[in-house]
């Protein structure tokens, strides 16, 4: 039997990368897993269920709270229970603060942050009911240290650690946990020359490349066991879905 058998878990940008490597982990331990985004999810839902595993793709725009709560009931009401959910859906804008533009800084708030609140708190409200629940919310390395160019994502993971740690007291009395991820730099398959891409101009545009450790490599962080777990991982997509073990992180 697999850890998460019988259970149905929804991942947010679950159409590649990160995601979409989440989604398999879940998928070969049994869950069956909604891959939601505003992408298209046809060929990772191929990928689940060739294999062996159950998936399904559901469009959702984090950004609209109607839609997310009408999606979040529509799941609920096709499966009957949402065990687990993992708020992956994020974008960058980097550009130093004096040269960003303020819809690149409301852009990155509103899908990394505030897309988390609206889709959290219809499954919340769900798993309350239920009385059982993981949560889990991708957050960044960036989020803990900073990174110049790059102030409106700092700004949206800090806040989304400062979520977790407050929704974990909120929610814990009802048996639902909450914690996060905070990965360095991932490289997948899909964005690798995106990455590239971001790295030169990371170089040409702030003059360094992302913070690193006196040893020289990229720098992580922890957080406080007490209000919700957070690991930190860098490398490929692959390599964070081992090292969130999500039957570690999922079941604590």
């Known amino acids: 039997m697999g850890e998460f058998d019988g259970q149905v878990a929804v991942v947010t940008g679950g159409a590649r990368g990160i995601g ?6 879940l998928a070969r331990g049994g869950a069956r897993v909604v891959c939601a985004d505003v992408l298209d999810t046809t060929d990772i839902v191929a990928e689940i269920n060739e294999a062996g595993g159950a998936a399904e793709g559901r469009e959702l725009n984090v950004t609209d709270a109607q839609a997310a709560a009408e ?3 529509a799941i609920n009401e096709a499966h009957g229970r949402l065990d687990i959910l993992v708020n992956n859906a994020g974008v960058t804008r980097d550009k130093l603060l004096v040269r960003m533009k303020p819809e690149d800084w409301d852009l990155v708030l509103d899908i990394n942050l505030d897309g988390v ?9 769900l798993m309350m009911r239920q009385r059982s629940g993981r949560i889990v919310n991708v957050a960044s390395v960036v989020g803990l240290m900073g990174n110049a160019g790059q102030t409106n994502y700092a700004a949206s993971k800090a806040g989304l650690i400062g979520f977790t740690k407050s929704l974990a007291r909120e929610l814990g009395p009802r048996n639902v946990t909450v914690n996060a991820v905070a990965p360095g730099y991932i ?6 020359q995106a990455h590239r891409r971001t790295a030169r101009d990371a170089v040409v545009d702030r003059g360094h490349t992302p913070p690193r450790d006196p040893r020289g490599r990229r720098r992580g ?7 919700g777990r957070l690991v930190h991982h860098r490398g490929c997509a692959e ?3 081992r090292a969130l073990h999500l039957k570690s992180v999922l079941s604590s």
């Open 239 to 241: 390599h964070l879905g």
């Open 20 to 25: 979409a490597e989440i989604a398999r982990r």
């Open 71 to 73: 999606g979040v009931k």
């Open 187 to 192: 490289q997948t398959p899909d964005d690798r």
């Open 117 to 125: 609140f609206k889709v959290t708190q219809p499954v919340a409200k």
């Open 221 to 227: 962080g922890g957080l406080s066991r007490r209000a």
